[in-house]
């Protein structure tokens, strides 16, 4: 039987042109990167995680589902500051709920990555676009900081290079590029145009760039700061101001060098001038396929689109006081619930030493360097592919998604519903006297004949 408009749950191009054919208990995918490939190969994967598994004597083991969530909701309810890290890959609903035990918790709520993107925006605003008028209209495309041939390869394939648009109807042939970027990456040999500058001069070159359009000449100094010859910064800006309809891309490597969302925040100050001109926009290429779905739900629940301390009773938002690496750095949380994202493989290494240190639950599907430190695994469902819900495009564009396939696990049907079944039981320890209170429950150790009963009490302490 084959699938069809199935959406890709790899990247935040989230592609939703992709059909899959079952044929003997294997996954044959088309129109799909070699990226996405290895993501419907993880629904098969011998290495998925079956069933939730306990760090006992130093081990993880198989133990009940009821007994997992049981021992989870301990360690979140006693803790006095817990961190809930949400990933990017799941739904916008388990966002939804995610963000909810935090509030009841009064714990701390985060995400990885794009924060540098989202505070630019907060300072300056963005004259954005979706990827279908960039097909259509965009004869100018900028991509700064990224390389999309390599990281996002359909990207450029469906909306920005080569499509044919109502307006680009010849497709690249209508189009020009530029490539800003220290390397020379296979998007930069691609290009009409490379700016290659010097690593960590992006916010100078955007600078000289503004100055330029201004009218002015900038100092002679910026050439040996950026390597960029005033000339090349002429013909680049000259390109940008005599196009119909431009759209820079930026990346990481923009709001990764120094300057952070200042970086940011220029860059849209550049396109909001460039607009004087010409029709420009600028837009964001985000790795992973949900990515800017926290920074929507969040937004719209309380305000904030990430960072949140529930501490108060109320949302409170200071990047740089409350968000995850600086969190960890000062050693300022006691427990940690991460949730679909591999975040020791994200933070500094003095981070990854104290997420060592604290209880750690963990969400996922597959193996990874933050499952193999965690004290609790809750095996994941993947989105799109064994459930519905809801993914935001790299354009800020929601995506609804349905499955062609069930859910593989009888106790849980999505990561949505998993977050659930641990909320009702986090509720339920409300009415108790003490969360190390002597009741007995049972964990139930698959691979072991006997079942063992352990208190509350005596599961947190082996885990910490």
């Known amino acids: 039987m084959i699938h069809k408009n199935i959406v890709c749950p790899v990247c935040g191009a989230a592609c939703d042109d992709i ?29 998925r ?23 989870a909701a301990d360690i979140l309810f006693s803790a006095k500051r817990p961190l809930i890290s949400i990933g990017s890959e799941t739904s ?62 359909r990207q450029m394939s469906r909306y920005g290079v080569f499509p044919r648009g109502y307006w680009t109807k010849r497709g690249r042939f209508d189009r020009t590029i530029i490539t800003v970027d220290p390397r020379k990456t296979l998007t930069a040999k691609a290009s009409d145009l490379h700016v290659q500058l010097k690593p960590d001069s992006d916010y100078e070159l955007i600078s000289a760039l503004l ?19 005033v ?60 990515a800017a779905g926290f920074n929507q739900v969040a937004s719209y629940m309380y305000g904030y689109p990430f960072g949140l301390d529930f501490m108060r009773g109320h949302p409170r938002y200071n990047p740089g006081e409350f968000t995850t690496v600086d969190l960890l750095r000062e050693k300022d949380v006691d427990a940690a619930f991460i949730i679909c994202a591999d975040l020791l493989s994200q933070v ?22 933050t499952t193999s430190i965690s004290d609790i695994v809750l095996p994941g469902v993947v989105d799109s592919m064994e459930c519905e819900g809801t993914f935001y495009r790299l354009d800020d564009v929601p995506i609804y998604f349905e499955p062609f396939l069930d ?12 977050l659930k079944q641990l909320f009702e039981i986090i509720k339920g320890k409300q009415n108790q006297d003490s969360i190390y209170q002597d009741s007995i429950f049972p964990v139930t150790y698959i691979d072991d004949p006997n079942t063992q009963n352990c208190s509350s009490r005596s599961q947190i302490s082996s885990v910490q």
């Open 92 to 153: 916008c609903e388990a966002h939804e709920v995610g963000l909810m035990i935090g509030e009841y918790l009064g714990a701390i709520v985060d995400t990885i990555g794009n924060g540098a993107t989202v505070m630019g925006t907060q300072e300056a605003g963005k004259v954005g676009a979706t990827e279908g008028q960039k097909k259509n209209r965009a004869d100018l495309l900028v991509y700064w900081g990224t390389n999309p041939l390599e990281s996002m390869p």
């Open 231 to 290: 000339s090349v910064m002429e013909e680049m800006l000259n390109m940008m101001k005599n196009c119909n309809f431009g759209t820079i891309s930026v990346g990481v490597g923009l709001s990764s060098s120094p300057g952070k969302y200042r970086n940011i925040e220029i860059a849209m100050n550049l396109v909001k001038e460039l607009n004087k001109y010409s029709k420009f926009t600028i837009g964001v290429i985000r790795s992973n396929c949900n």
């Open 49 to 71: 995680f079956k069933q939730p598994l306990l760090k006992f004597g130093g081990k993880l083991r198989p133990v009940s589902w009821d007994g997992a969530l049981q021992i």
């Open 348 to 369: 500094p290494p003095d981070c990854a030493a104290y997420l060592k240190e604290i209880p750690l639950i963990c969400l996922d599907t597959i193996p990874c360097p």
């Open 407 to 418: 859910s593989p696990f009888k106790f849980t049907q999505s990561n949505e519903d998993t």
């Open 19 to 47: 059909q899959v054919e079952i044929k003997n208990g294997k996954i044959e995918a088309k129109n799909v990167c070699k990226m996405g490939i290895s993501r419907f190969n993880e629904i098969t994967s011998p290495r």
């Open 211 to 229: 100055t330029l359009l201004h009218g002015k000449t900038p100092h002679h100094s910026v050439e040996k700061i950026t390597g960029v010859p």
